[in-house]
């Protein structure tokens, strides 16, 4: 097994003595042999068993923020060696010859691995629409060294600054990567609309592409808005693009979809291993752009896979229960959100339950913005009465989405139930002849697991990381500072606040005053049992921090 330690040189410089980082235990006492250019204060990885320890590598020193979060990477069994691998040469034979099309791609800044590209002209009174993910099952043949280990692993892991890629930089980063001005192989989904925007016939096949331009989301918005300039037909296939997705958008939640959107957190690194800021994103309409032309090719492979009756791994998200909606519009009504009116639990189907969900995150939505109060509480309480979605072989349909059948086609690069599905298409076409894994429901839950896994990395990376620049903000600012915050979660032995934006922490209920608090039977208020003052879900309070444990990225508070 390997340990992360941090190195500290012992007495007389003989030993080296590491104390675990992430998981505290018992000091390991290391040769001082073989450290090479570790040093004091270094976060190592060592290889202990048998009663003996070996130093493998070291991360850098324990003090900046990216030996940390690579450390967490490694700790979690998230960053491995790749399996060996050949580069197959690209071959044009049966391809589609796009290669004069418009194509472009729209990701954000950071972005280094690009699986999608659209083009998008207007045919007559209607426009079609071209979406082309990148044909990585070409380069990773189906069950080779390289492909089982890309099954294990299902999905690359994004941490701030660093990610654990499921394919080697070789391929996520170049060859299958849809870089602009270069020719790459795809696998293409290409959608008619008409005169009134109604979705046609979709056509899929292998394609040979080549995009003109690689697009932030910050310019594709720039360009949309007129702030700036780009080539006539780039801006106009934007234009057409905006105006498929805006249409595609509006049918999806009259059809039911749910309407729950929220912020992701975003860092900026200072260069002296800390962080410099921290800020909350709100989804750019250019990532709604994106993300409603790949739905559509999601739910155009799946729907023709399904309506085939074809395995794959599908992605479901089933129906919830009516009980659990029955319990959110109670906590909402304790809230005094309103609410929609609920049919009795022992009459409501999974489908009403369903669409009451719906209705209830609409008026979540509309709620929040007009009395901007619970904005990070509400739509999670909706969130946690919903069934998790997950991977299947068959198809169970899109719950949130109110999709009849839905797949993740988009990001092979990335997720290996991307890759899978390619080849389930391919072969359906008549255009591949890989097989599936043979267990296709082991695989469906191992990748839903990893997926888990993976989220969980990535939100515990994020604490940590907020638990650094906190630390250095109360450096500068005193630990004595008030911050406005708003409750966002609780549990009987204590509060979860938001403040300072972007930071959160705990309140232990035995540090709230003069009082002994329970939580109400609709665990959405701490009720004083004497004095009977109440905490409750969404409410503005004032806090300062008592205590933060940047390893476990952990904020203890008390009321200010």
């Known amino acids: ?58 991360l850098g020193p324990a003090d900046r923020i990216e030996s940390v979060l690579g450390g967490l990477l490694e700790h979690e069994g998230m960053r491995n060696d790749f399996e060996p691998f050949t580069l197959p040469e690209p071959s044009l034979e049966g391809r589609v010859d796009l290669r004069e099309l418009l194509t472009f791609t729209i990701d954000p800044a950071t972005a280094k691995d690009f699986d999608d590209a659209i083009s998008v002209r207007r045919e007559g009174d209607g426009i079609r629409v071209w979406v082309h993910i990148a044909d990585v099952s070409w380069f990773v043949p189906a069950g080779s060294p390289l492909d089982r280990g890309a099954a294990e692993r299902a999905l690359s892991v994004y941490v701030p600054g660093l990610v654990a890629p499921m394919l080697p930089h070789e391929l996520a980063d170049d060859a299958c990567s849809l870089r602009p001005n270069v020719e790459r192989l795809c696998v293409t989904v290409e959608v008619p609309f008409d005169g009134s925007l109604e979705a046609g016939e979709p056509s899929f096949y292998r394609s040979v592409i080549r995009s003109r331009a690689r697009l932030t989301y ?32 509006r049918r999806r939640f009259e059809r039911g979809a749910l309407r729950i959107s929220s912020a992701e957190i975003a860092f900026a690194f200072d260069g002296r291993g800390g962080i410099e800021k921290a800020w909350l994103e709100s989804e750019p309409h250019a990532h709604a752009l994106i993300e409603e032309l790949m739905i559509l090719a999601n739910e155009a492979v799946a729907g023709l896979l399904a309506g085939r009756r074809r395995e794959a791994l599908f992605r479901v998200h089933e129906r919830p229960d009516p009980q659990s909606v029955m319990r959110l519009l109670t906590k909402l009504a304790a809230l005094e959100v309103p609410t929609p009116p609920a049919l009795d639990t022992e009459r409501m189907a999974p489908q009403q339950a369903a669409a009451v969900a719906a209705q209830a995150s609409e008026r979540v939505s509309e709620y929040v913005a007009r009395a901007g109060r619970g904005r990070e509480a509400f739509p ?6 919903l069934k998790q979605a997950r991977y299947h072989p068959e198809n169970l349909g899109h719950s949130g989405l109110a999709s009849p059948a839905y797949c993740h086609f988009t990001s092979p690069i990335r997720r290996y139930p991307d890759l899978v599905v390619h080849r389930a298409l391919l072969r359906e076409l008549g255009q591949g002849d890989e097989p599936l894994p043979v267990d296709l429901d082991e695989s469906a839950d191992h990748c839903s697991l990893r997926e888990r896994a993976g989220a969980d990395v990535e939100y515990r990376a994020d604490d940590i990381c907020l638990a650094w620049l906190l630390d250095d903000v109360l450096f500068d600012h005193g ?19 938001r403040f300072g934006d972007v930071f959160e922490g705990f309140v232990p209920a035995r540090r709230l005053p003069g009082d002994f608090y329970e939580l109400d039977e609709t665990e959405t208020r701490l009720v004083g049992r004497r004095g009977g003052r109440i905490f409750r879900l969404g409410d503005p309070i004032d806090v300062r921090v008592q205590e933060i444990r940047k390893i476990e990225g952990k904020v203890e508070l008390v009321l200010a």
């Open 479 to 497: 630990w004595e500072e008030p911050f406005p915050g708003e409750i966002v979660g609780m549990i009987g032995s204590g509060l979860f606040v």
């Open 1 to 58: 097994m390997s340990d992360f330690l941090v190195v500290e040189v012992g007495r007389r410089g003989k030993l080296v003595v590491g104390e675990p980082y992430f998981t505290p235990g018992v000091p390991i006492v290391l040769d001082r042999k073989g450290l090479g250019d570790v040093g004091e204060g270094d976060l190592a990885v060592v290889a202990t068993g048998r009663g003996r320890a070996r130093l493998e590598r070291g």
């Open 380 to 385: 999670s309480l909706v969130l946690r009465a």
């Open 218 to 249: 910050g310019q594709a918005e720039g360009i949309i808005g007129g702030r700036e300039q780009a080539d006539d037909d780039l801006a106009e296939a934007l234009g057409l693009a905006e105006k498929i997705a805006l249409e595609l958008r």
